[in-house]
């Protein structure tokens, strides 16, 4: 039976800021063959009016502009305003379908075959149309959709029976004109998602059949995904969800099917909370909160269902999902894909998975971090390098309150702010230094490694994040850093994961954000002020802390700039570094006072071409004793894949990920050269970023896998990835030989037994206080210094303690402290034999001299001090050779009269703390007050606006 060409047919089109393929929906609705169809575009408050785009394609379609957004349903329903005649069948589409000539026809067709009062058609891939997306759903009695198909799932028209089914997609579907006004149309409080099942279901009610028709084709772009965000998506499902359950049941299926609702929801938050799931536990009680704190309009539609019911829950029962329904909840759900299409999910198990996963890798990097540092965590990680004790939790915060600096021969200037964010967090550990300590020290692997796992959450794959994580974790950078005592590498191994997701998403580039492509998981709305106040608390909490972050974060916006242009991808590119020059600059604000007065020597001193590591161990990152095996390359020949075999946004990002790799690589070879016209950090700290890049061009690889390779037939491309696992598995064989020595290749030992410091806690050791002059490399002093000759420094501390870390931040040298300096340098010059007495007049009773970072055998960073200090120092009549410590050698100051000596230099009481210091101080402490909270309401803000827009 054909359908009557008189047959009204009244199709009414959503707007909302379409796309370029809206040109090619209208034209599918003027292409359709059956001749009577009038066309209605209600458009939601676009910021461009489309009538001259409708009126275009279709000169005769009415054009309604509502001027803001409702949603869809109630978007949809200002057709039943109108006083004309009600027409035959209405036509619901979507501004992203496009219908085939015949659809309209052959919907209206089946509707009159079938006695149908709701028909839907057979949606495929907008792009690929031989690819299934939807055809019909089917329902269990919690209202849990099960779609027929699998999303992506080849047509061979294995689906093109005509099948009477629950509920059909809304994308695009027909209702009998007089049904749609009898059942009010869809509900009004629902704005996006679900309100087609709803629709279905209440039109159930009356004894109408649904049907779907698959001989009738539409394409669909399922762009809900771009327009609202996927956390919305999620909550607007559950929400209409138990609307529809509370509405549309009877008295008797009420009191039998929503408890059984409640408890299977009740199941699911405890799920959510034991897996870690805090957002999606929050959505199901929202879920049941919402509805139940709206009782009233829930009780004016059971009354509109109830006044037009024609047919009873148990025959409706009939044609829902069967089986055993609360496994069927549990075991299926929705989960909106690329748009707003309920897919072929089993949610509770993609969720255990998908928790599992997550579970299993936090599981696995803690019991790596344990094993690998529990010699560590058990005992005691030696002072060397920058990796100084902090002293009590009263020497941190004395330190940071007062303007004077207990380094040098003690000068005045204001405090480091790391001391400060040190004080803060003693109190919060309590006042036990050693344990915070320790975690700043080990903390910072396993913090890195969940930056890195956020950091790439916009990607929606575990198989990316898990991928990402392993290799960042496998990287030799930590591990050498602690070997080589860099605590500044470590520290930025922990941030700079956390700081480039800031910066990502200030850029807005995709899936960051909307620029260029989707926004993924996660994906905020870019707003400046949010994003800019983000990045700098991180960046001003890295460079207190670390200095060297400076350098870090130029090649991090240098290498994500500069990867984008190289692949051709120049979006965000502008706004990312405006987001990083804002947040550069309130960084500085929040370390002033303290950036000001030590700006120029916060670079350090480090002499170029010290450590003599060649290309080739620098793109290994084998920079101590860890890397240096051929297995070294295994990382590396992992991240080639993307680059053969990634196409579109993969390839990008792996070509990011490469420029980060390279550039800083390119940055920490020119220091090993002595290329640079600055002072540069060790390559540990340098190519921080470089291992974070190499992590994402890796982990491309896997998402070029999962989407390039299978769209060609088999070949050397299905071969390759089988070479980058194996290479990648090779890549983490190092990390477990590491994992079972316990220690992570650090070193055993330090100097603190080293006389004048061997039995500093005795009674009298107060009495025998005298300064301490060290020299020899940056690298292997345990204490900041000043730069003296060619790759010597010099550094003075008190003998009654081991450096701590206070003297790390060692500032501008003054006056007096460089004549400490010029003396060494002089008696080489002048050929002195008397430099003991001349250092008596500071109190310098001993000199050591570091050639390794700790004694011999431990510590295989080893810094040999040039021949002729030693040939002047034992040239001395006042200096006598001391102390049988290999890797140090101790010269003890025979000139030096103790008792005239006193105690050595002497923290100041209060009184000595200047009015505009302890201002200044406390305006940095407003600062940081001010910026906390400011992120925080700005985030909360954020919150409510979603929470709205999804009302």
């Known amino acids: 039976m054909q359908a009557k060409s008189d047959f009204r047919i009244h199709v009414v089109i959503v707007s909302h800021d379409p796309g370029l393929w809206f040109d090619e929906m209208l034209e599918s609705i003027a292409a359709q063959d059956h001749r009577s169809v009038e066309v209605t575009v209600v458009d939601t408050g676009s910021e461009a009016d489309p009538t001259a785009r409708v009126r275009r394609v279709l000169p005769q379609a009415s054009v309604r502009c509502l001027g803001y957004d409702p949603g869809f349903g109630p978007a949809a329903n200002q057709v039943l305003l109108d006083a004309g005649p009600v027409p035959d069948f209405f036509v619901f589409c979507h501004d992203d379908v496009a219908l085939a000539p015949s659809a309209l026809r052959l919907l209206a067709n089946e509707a009159v075959r079938s006695n149908a009062g709701i028909v839907g058609p057979k949606f495929v891939d907008w792009d690929d149309p031989s690819r299934l997306l939807q055809v019909g759903l089917m329902v269990d009695k919690t209202g849990v959709p099960i779609p027929t198909v699998e999303v992506g799932e080849l047509d061979q028209e294995q689906h093109d029976a005509v099948r009477e089914m629950f509920a059909v997609p809304g994308g695009c579907i027909l209702v009998r004109g007089d049904l749609f006004q009898a059942v009010g149309g869809f509900d009004p409080e629902m704005t996006f998602c679900y309100e087609d099942v709803d629709l279905c279901w209440r039109a159930r009610t009356m004894g109408a059949r649904v049907m779907v028709a698959p001989s009738a084709v539409v394409r669909h772009r399922q762009r809900l995904a771009e327009r609202i965000f996927q956390t919305q998506v999620s909550r607007l499902i559950r929400r209409h969800r138990v609307r529809t359950l509370l509405c549309v049941y009877g008295a008797w299926h009420s009191v039998r099917v929503i408890p059984q609702a409640m408890l299977l929801s009740l199941l699911e938050l405890l799920v959510a909370l034991v897996t870690g799931h805090l957002s999606q536990a929050r959505q199901i009680g929202a879920s049941w909160g919402y509805n139940l704190a709206r009782l009233g309009s829930i009780r004016q539609q059971r009354k509109a269902v109830s006044r037009v019911r024609r047919v009873g829950d148990s025959h409706i029962r009939m044609a829902q999902a069967q089986g055993f329904a609360p496994l069927a909840s549990l075991l299926t759900s929705w989960r909106s894909g690329a748009g707003d299409r309920l897919s072929t999910q089993n949610a509770m198990l993609s969720r255990l998975s998908r928790s599992r996963a997550s579970v299993v890798v936090g599981i696995v990097t803690v019991i790596l971090v344990l094993l690998g540092t529990r010699g560590l965590v058990a005992g005691s990680i030696p002072a060397v390098g920058d990796l100084a004790r902090l002293g009590s939790s009263s020497d941190l915060m004395s330190g940071w309150w007062s303007e004077f600096r207990p380094v040098g021969l003690g000068q005045e200037g204001f405090a480091p702010t790391g001391l400060g964010v040190l004080t803060l967090l003693s109190w919060l550990f309590l006042g036990e230094t050693d344990l915070l300590r320790t975690v700043l020290i080990v903390g910072m692997v396993p913090l890195g490694a969940l930056g890195v796992w956020r950091l790439m959450r916009p990607f929606d794959s575990l198989w990316i994040q898990g991928v990402a994580l392993a290799v960042y974790l496998a990287n030799p950078v930590p591990y050498n850093a602690l070997a080589n005592g860099v605590w500044s590498a470590l520290l930025l191994y922990g941030a700079v994961p956390w700081l480039m997701r800031a910066v990502l998403a200030g850029s807005g580039l995709a899936p960051y954000g909307e620029s260029g492509g989707s926004p993924g998981p996660g994906a905020r709305r870019p707003f400046f002020l949010r994003e800019a106040l983000a990045v700098g608390l991180l960046f001003g909490l890295a460079a207190a802390m670390a200095p060297g972050a400076l350098i870090v974060m130029g090649l991090v916006l240098a290498g994500l700039v500069l990867g984008s242009i190289i692949a051709g991808t120049a979006e965000g590119v502008g706004r990312m570094v405006l987001v990083v020059v804002a947040g550069a600059a309130v960084a500085a604000v929040l370390n002033l006072p303290w950036l000001a007065d030590s700006l120029p020597s916060l670079l350090g001193d480090r002499p170029g071409g010290s450590s003599g590591n060649s290309w080739a161990e620098i793109l290994r990152f084998d920079t101590g004793p860890f890397g240096d095996s051929r297995l070294g390359w295994a990382l590396p020949v992992a991240a080639v894949l993307p680059l053969a075999l990634a196409q579109d946004s993969r390839l990008a990002w792996a070509v990011r990920g490469w420029t980060l790799y390279l550039g800083t690589a390119a940055v920490a070879l020119v220091a090993e050269q002595d290329w640079s016209p600055v002072p540069l950090p060790r390559p540990e700290v340098v190519q921080v970023p470089g291992a974070v890049g190499l992590s994402i061009a890796v982990s491309m690889g896997v998402a070029a896998f999962l989407v390039d390779v299978r769209r060609h037939r088999f070949g050397w491309r299905q071969i390759v990835p089988f ?119 500071w109190g310098i009773g001993t000199i050591l001299v570091a050639e390794r970072l700790a004694p011999a055998p431990y510590g295989e960073l080893s810094q040999p001090a040039p021949e002729w200090l030693f040939e002047m120092l034992s040239g001395q009549l006042d200096l006598v050779p001391g102390g049988l410590t290999a890797g140090i050698a101790t010269y003890h100051n025979t000139a030096l009269d103790l008792d005239a000596a006193g105690a050595g230099p002497a923290l100041p009481s209060d009184d000595g703390t200047s009015a505009v210091t302890r201002l200044l101080l406390a305006v940095q402490i407003v600062l940081w007050v001010v910026g906390l909270v400011g992120i925080a309401r700005l985030s909360i803000g954020e919150g409510r606006r979603r929470q709205k827009e999804a009302r």
């Not at 590491?738 to 009495?767: I, K, L, M």
């Not at 060290?774 to 790759?791: C, E, I, Q, T």
């Open 723 to 841: 070479t980058a696992v194996a290479a990648l598995v090779a890549g983490m064989l190092p990390l477990l030989a590491t994992v079972s020595g316990g220690h992570w290749n650090a070193t055993r030992d330090d100097y603190t037994e080293v006389a004048p410091f061997a039995g500093v806690e005795d009674g009298d050791a107060a009495e025998l206080g005298h300064r301490v002059l060290w020299l020899g490399h940056p690298d292997v002093l345990p204490l900041g210094s000043w730069h003296l000759d060619g790759a010597l420094s010099f550094a003075v501390s008190d003998s009654r303690a081991f450096p701590t870390v206070a003297q790390r931040w060692v500032g501008r040298v003054d006056g007096q402290t460089r004549r400490v300096g010029n003396a060494v340098l002089g008696a080489s010059e002048t050929g002195t034999s008397r430099l003991g007495a001349e250092l008596s007049q």
